[in-house]
């Protein structure tokens, strides 16, 4: 089975957990080492084979140095993104240093894996699909807009965690400065709720079974919103939440259940 665990996912840190059979691996380890720690107990993993990052913003990367360092995991980047990030994770044996090109596919014990480029204000940003067991699980989080390449990609992936970062009201009435609206709602910056719900439209039109929301903002928006804009977006397409669709928004803190392919 593919599995697919959250162990935080939110604007103050972001990391996810994928293993099939024997294949263990991070997407991002933006928590501190310890909390990545703890949830990977808490779902009885002990060895990982790698960890792959999608971008060198430090909610992504925060625990990456620390975790590579103590249990020697390799970690897997582009190299503008390994350019980016070096100085800010510390030392990494050389051994552990993994260099990938976009949109190609490569694989890690029995999972293939591709990351695919993304439009968002970091060096070069990447979301990723996982393919076992017959079975398609991408990622998609931190992205200015949707994008051709975006959905090449996520289409016919049966579970989707894709970014619902932002109620576009709120932030608008929020406590940002203006330069920081602008970067967060530009064509580099995050996904807003109703972008993100106009999305999900497509991907459950072309075979998207489950849907879990990430990266909310803490400041500009919340859980209920995010759910609720995602899904009247979908009712009014004609899409109904049912055992046939599942729609869930990501816990920002704790860890998720465990989504079985
Ligand atoms: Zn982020
Ligand atoms: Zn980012």
Redesign the pocket.
């Known amino acids: 089975m593919l599995k697919y665990c959250s162990i935080g996912s939110g ?1 103050s840190g ?1 990391c996810h957990y994928i293993g099939y059979e024997n294949t263990n691996i991070l997407i991002d380890a ?1 928590l501190t080492g310890k909390k990545i720690e703890d949830g990977l107990k808490n779902i009885n993993i002990n060895n990982l084979n790698g960890i792959f990052i ?2 060198e ?1 430090s ?2 990367i925060k625990g990456v140095g620390i975790l590579s360092r103590k249990y020697n995991i390799p970690i897997f980047a582009n190299l503008k993104t390994w350019q980016a990030m070096k100085d800010k994770i510390g030392e990494i044996d050389k051994k552990n240093i993994m260099v990938f090109e976009n949109d190609k596919t490569y694989s890690l014990g029995k999972i293939i894996i591709r990351p695919f480029s993304i439009p968002h204000d970091s060096s070069d940003a990447v979301g990723y699909s996982f393919y076992a067991n017959n079975e398609k699980i991408s990622i998609a ?2 992205i200015g807009m949707i994008t051709d390449n975006i959905r090449k990609n996520l289409y016919k992936s049966k579970l989707v965690i894709i970014e619902s970062n932002y109620d576009k009201n709120m932030l608008m009435m929020g406590p940002y400065p203006y330069n920081l609206k602008k970067r967060v709602s530009s064509e580099l910056g ?1 996904l807003s709720n109703e972008d993100c719900g106009n999305f999900c439209v497509e991907l459950v039109n072309n075979g998207t079974k489950n849907i879990l929301l990430a ?1 909310l903002s803490k400041e500009n928006n919340f859980p209920e919103l995010a759910y609720e804009t995602t899904k009247s977006i979908l009712f009014e397409n004609d899409i109904k939440i049912d055992k046939n669709i599942n729609l869930e928004v990501l816990p920002r803190e704790q860890i998720s259940e465990i989504y079985k392919l």
Do not use: C, E, K, L
């Open positions: 604007s972001n933006g999608t971008h913003h909610d992504h989080t931190d995050h990266h």
